[in-house]
């Protein structure tokens, strides 16, 4: 069964006009497929035009530090990203004379870009017959073909990819690939799929035996690893002490405030009797001005349990650490925040003098 006929005509008439299908520039195919790696189309709009108007070419990215794409990056989440999109583009200025390399292959080699990302852009910039697999596709696929290989095993994976390349209309690859994704995204969606107007329910398997809610299968990722964040927000009328994030972690580059970090929920009588404590006040008895409920933070593999304790800035003693940052509430609004911290800034008024 092939679906390329019937889902290239649905795409005609049923795509979204995005910015990025306006273009066949591989630099801004390559920024919003990382961002919509991240958030859905909607929220990605706005940060694709940031991003774009920040950096317009490959080389104002590579030219720029990391702090402003972090920023740029802010509230999207998986830093990671953000951090391996700026030393692409340094690589691709340094190896490849700064243009976006213009084959599958070679665009493997771009830190950051994997297989779904050269995929996407080597068919939709550079017309080469590869299929892009995403979730979408994952899903599409999987319904129409009855494919009950778990989509996120290895054998499953391999079994996708080669399905996926079959399927594939090598005459127009990126309008094919991009269809696919777009049937995914508003017809053949995780939840109540609108089978009824979807150019392949003749022949889906799925809906024809009432597999939708079965399909596609995925193993269930192993229980996430909980920490436990104690934020110490130590502040006076003008001044605030931010942490900068150097070690090899989550949330790397990024300002949070400095942290006690447990295994295990402790009470405030517990914590002041941790070393951290200690360094940071020099004393057990410190006063505390608030302490925030907890709240959690649900990141791809742990779960962050975060509570804030306000203390007056005159208490904190460990400045002359470098790793904190003692700064003036006016600059702290520049530096890029993890999200659960910018959102408990906005919440609190943090930075407001
Ligand atoms: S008929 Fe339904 S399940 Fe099958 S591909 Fe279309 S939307 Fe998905």
Redesign the pocket.
Known sequence: ML?RNKIQTWYQNNRRDLPWRNTSNPYFIWISEIILQQTRVKQGINYYYRFVNLFPSIETLAQSDEETVLKAWQGLGYYSRARNLRQGAIQIMTQYKGRVPGTYRELLNVKGIGEYTAAAIASIAFNEAVAAIDGNVY??LA??LGIKEAINSSKGKNIFRKIANEQLDKKQPGTYNQALME??AL???PKK?????????NQ????KNQ??NY?PVKISPKTKRTRYFYYFICADKNQIVFQKRTQNDIWRSMFDFPCIETQTELTIENLSKTDEWQLFFLAKKVELSKISPKITHILSHQRIVIQFIHVPLRNFKALHNKVYLLTQKKEAQQLPHPKPIENYIEKENLLKE
């Open positions: 679906l899903r599409v319904r129409f049937l995914g017809i053949c969606t799929p609108d089978c009824t107007n979807c150019p392949l329910s889906c398997i799925a809906y597999l939708l399909l």
